[in-house]
């Protein structure tokens, strides 16, 4: 294999998010990029597993921390070496559980095929009745044989659809590497029912649980909360769920508004409420029913495809690779110990999860409760496939929760069957943090054969840390930067806030992210033949000194005026809802 | 007015994409055949395809009109490090190698199971792979037709072309075959997403009529 070059502007450890808008932006502008990680795939815990893999991650990540510990590297000289990686933020209570049998065999035993507690399978061997329903019973087996078909988030997130996320995907066109589904429904708890959240203008008439007082009601405060000039004085020292109420709404409406539509619990303040049904609002009606976009293939696509871009513009990527620490002279990072090579840069980017413990200083540390569910049906059941954001209220002790419901039409997940993902603010552990909702919505236990909830197959839990709402100081050198892990919200404008901040400091002069030329601005000039072709091989090692920011600057140039007619006559077309492949029959 | 126009869109539309990936170790001629093919141009410069992104061209194949778009490894595969979001939706899956470079020659299995494991297709064994021996303008010759042919039987009878990027030889040829194979793929399988047709790209265009669906 090859050697790793050994010069760079930037080093970035790590393929998170964070790390991933950073990489592609260093590169856009000619920054030389070594992008690396240790593990062997991409997005760290930004990532998608399959479902063998996923049920592995336990595993994984104690072998992945042994590695950290058996490593004894010597001091060197004058310069200081730290080992990477610390076990601060190490996602936690991860248990996954099968509620099938192994085997399609109906004589076995009732087996848990994991180590588990008490709610384990109850009955499932197949009645007759089921049989002649054509229900499919799965198996343990039937699921890991699928196992490639599920692509589970760690991190599931939507966009909003005029959201800084979307605006940077399409600004940069990055967007071409990625394909989107619109949440095609929002659902809600509401009086111990799913009701369907109404959205659209159309939704509101059209929602027949909903009086027609209440729809004057509803359009009313939907339409005065859309003006952004609007006084918000009368909102100081407020709860949103207080500034509703005054508003004289219905209980229902309330709900609407209060949990579904601006994603708030009853603490929200009031301002932040009404920013974030302004988002809501804002993002309707560009691409499909909802303002919520889904990445296909899952949310681990998103790095990818930032990785993508700086590939392109000649980042170097080196995925599986062993990292002994780094060097550190005069609180200035020197080099990475990779493999026996030394790497040396101006900067180093750093994942959290891959800093050395004395790069953290953390205050506090909170945690985002997820539960992944395997699925028979849907939670509402309907003639064709949705794609299901559902907001679950806060109850009595617990807070609210986020759940999205996937079908096979997202790449997520094998035919005839939905991935679940909740999501919330931990407040025990993700076992209790989510047990009224399996509870009152899926039917974990398979004891009542006549239910027509969901029957849970599998399901996972872990804790992720939220990076959000912790306290984590930074104690590097001049010239490191650390990257965020997993955030609360729904989206990524967190995470693209941290990487801008962190590129502008390294490159304040630079643009972040300017438009790429699509492929065909690109002019390749042929040459004649000067070069003796068994060179070629030998530059191979050196192309990142032939690539000098001039020459990259120069083929990413795109024809200024033509792009900008392009943007122009591309304005006063409709979305492109892009029939991908279709074929001519 | 806004309806029409989609409709009419949707029509004009009824044409095929077709995805291909380009497959094989690093400097055995990938972006060059792409190029070649595309755009007609050679460089001799190695540069580690620095902005080699995806190539797309417009052909007919029996009578239809496909849009071919080639997918650059964009270097990725140097450190074994395509991710699995390259994979995605491919039609066809163009491996090539250095017939002057016998670790090349050597790759190939590791890089088809590659494909097979990250892109898993629906049927594996049906899969359309096409093998081009590349740079056959050089000597001294490493892998003979005979031997490429070979490997291409013991493995469900690839098709397989013999290229030189720089001169332009069999380029063409090669690149009709994958379109015809990526093509006779689609056409086979059931494409769950043709039938649900409705993923989005994203592009820079706003709905005219502006504003929220909501309240106006």
Redesign the interface.
Same mark, same amino acid.
């Given at each position: 294999?090859?050697q790793?070059p050994t010069e760079f502007d930037v080093i970035i450890v790590g393929t998170g998010i964070v790390e991933s808008v950073v990489s592609a932006a260093a590169s856009r502008v000619g920054k030389r990029v070594l992008h690396i990680d240790r593990s062997?795939?991409?997005g760290g815990q930004w990532a998608s597993f399959s479902l063998e893999s996923i049920s592995k991650l336990h595993e994984e990540q104690i072998e992945r921390k042994n590695i950290i510990n058996s490593s004894h590297i010597e001091h060197s000289g004058i310069s200081e070496f730290v080992e990477l990686g610390n076990k601060l933020f190490d996602i936690k209570n991860i248990e996954c559980t099968w509620h099938v049998q192994s085997k399609t065999d109906t004589e076995q035993s009732k087996e848990s095929t994991e180590m588990n507690d008490s709610d384990l399978i109850q009955n499932l061997v197949p009645n007759e009745e089921q049989h002649t329903q054509e229900t499919v019973t799965w198996t343990k087996e039937a699921l890991l044989k699928e196992s490639?078909?599920f692509n589970i988030d760690l991190v599931p997130k939507l966009q909003y659809a005029r959201g800084d996320f #979307?605006e940077l995907?399409?600004?940069s066109n990055i967007?071409?590497?990625?394909?989107?589904?619109?949440v095609s429904r929002v659902l809600t708890w509401l009086n111990e029912h799913l009701e369907v959240v109404p959205?659209?203008?159309?939704d #509101?008439f059209s929602n027949n649980k909903v009086s027609v007082i209440e729809k004057r009601m509803l359009?009313k405060l939907?339409?005065s909360l859309?003006d952004v000039e609007k006084d918000l004085s009368g909102c100081k020292d407020k709860t949103y769920h207080n500034y509703l109420k005054e508003k004289k709404l219905t209980p229902n409406l309330i709900h609407y508004v209060l949990y579904a539509i601006s994603m708030s619990d009853n603490n929200t303040l009031c301002e932040q409420g009404i920013k974030q049904t302004r988002r809501f609002?804002?993002?309707?009606?560009?691409?499909?029913k909802t303002p919520f976009?889904f990445s296909?293939?899952g949310s681990g696509?998103m790095p990818? %495809?930032f990785?993508?871009l700086s %590939?392109?513009?000649?980042g170097?990527?080196?995925?599986? $690779?062993p990292m002994k620490g780094l060097t550190i002279s005069e609180n200035k990072f020197k080099c990475l110990l990779v493999n026996d090579q030394k790497l040396t840069a101006e900067h180093l980017v750093l994942n959290l999860e891959h800093a050395p413990k004395q790069f953290v200083d953390l205050k506090k540390l909170e945690y985002i409760s997820r539960c992944v569910l395997i699925t028979d049906r849907s939670v509402m059941s309907s003639e064709k496939?949705h794609l299901t954001l559902l907001l679950y209220p806060p109850e009595n002790d617990k807070n609210s929760v986020i759940m999205i419901e996937l079908g096979?039409?997202t790449?997520t997940c094998p035919?005839d069957l939905y991935l679940v993902h909740m999501t919330t603010r931990q407040k025990t552990n993700p076992k209790e943090d989510f047990l009224h909702i399996i509870n009152n919505i899926f039917n974990i236990n398979h004891k009542d054969t006549e239910s027509e909830k969901p029957k849970v197959l599998w399901v996972c839990y872990f804790s992720l840390p939220d990076f959000l709402s912790s306290d984590v100081k930074q104690n590097v050198p001049d010239n490191v930067f650390l990257g965020t892990g997993p955030d609360i919200d729904s989206d990524y404008d967190f995470s693209v806030k941290q990487a801008k901040e962190i590129f502008s400091k390294m490159y304040p002069e630079e643009e972040f992210l300017p438009r790429a030329p699509d492929?065909?601005e690109?002019v390749?000039?042929?040459?004649d033949?000067?070069?003796e072709?068994k060179?070629? %091989?030998d530059? $191979?090692t050196d $192309?990142k000194d032939? %690539?000098t920011d001039g020459? #990259?600057k120069q083929?990413?140039e795109t024809k200024d005026t033509e792009t900008k007619q392009k943007?122009k006559t591309?304005?006063?077309?409709?979305?492109?809802?892009?029939?991908?492949? $279709? #074929?001519?029959h | 007015m806004h309806a029409i126009t989609y409709l009419r869109n949707m029509a004009s539309r009824k044409k095929t994409l077709l995805k291909v990936i380009i497959l094989g170790d690093s400097s055995v001629g990938k972006t060059s055949l792409m190029n070649q093919y595309v755009n007609r141009k050679f460089t001799n410069q190695y540069k580690a395809t620095i902005g080699a992104d995806f190539l797309t061209k417009e052909l007919t194949v029996d009578d239809r009109t496909v849009t071919m778009q080639i997918w650059d490894t964009a270097g990725q595969e140097r450190f074994q490090s395509l991710g699995v979001a390259f994979y995605r939706g491919a039609d066809c899956c163009v491996l090539v190698f250095d017939v002057t470079a016998p670790n090349t020659f050597k790759s190939l299995d590791s890089w088809r199971d590659e494909f097979l494991i990250q892109a898993s297709p629906r049927e594996p064994e049906n899969f359309p792979f096409v093998l081009l021996g590349n740079k056959v303008d050089l000597e001294p010759r490493a892998i003979s037709s005979k031997r490429a042919q070979q490997w291409c039987q013991s493995k469900n009878n690839i098709p397989y072309f013999e290229t030189s990027a720089k001169e332009g030889l069999n380029v063409e040829q090669a690149f009709m075959a994958i379109a015809k194979n990526a093509l006779a793929q689609q056409n086979s399988t059931v494409d769950l997403y043709n039938e649900f047709p409705d993923q989005i790209k994203l592009t820079n265009t706003q709905k005219p009529s502006g504003g929220s669906g909501c309240c106006q």
């Open positions: 294999m090859d790793l062997d795939y991409y490639r078909k #979307v995907l399409i600004s967007a071409r590497y990625s394909e989107f589904r619109s959205c659209s203008r159309s #509101v359009m939907l339409t859309e609002l804002g993002s309707l009606g560009r691409f499909g976009l296909m293939y696509e990818q %495809a990785c993508r %590939a392109v513009f000649g170097i990527y080196a995925l599986g $690779q496939e096979t039409l790449g035919k492929p065909e690109i390749i000039e042929a040459e033949e000067e070069i072709d060179d070629m %091989a530059k $191979q $192309q032939e %690539a020459e #990259v083929k990413a943007a591309q304005d006063t077309e409709t979305l492109e809802n892009v029939e991908k492949k $279709q #074929v001519d | -």
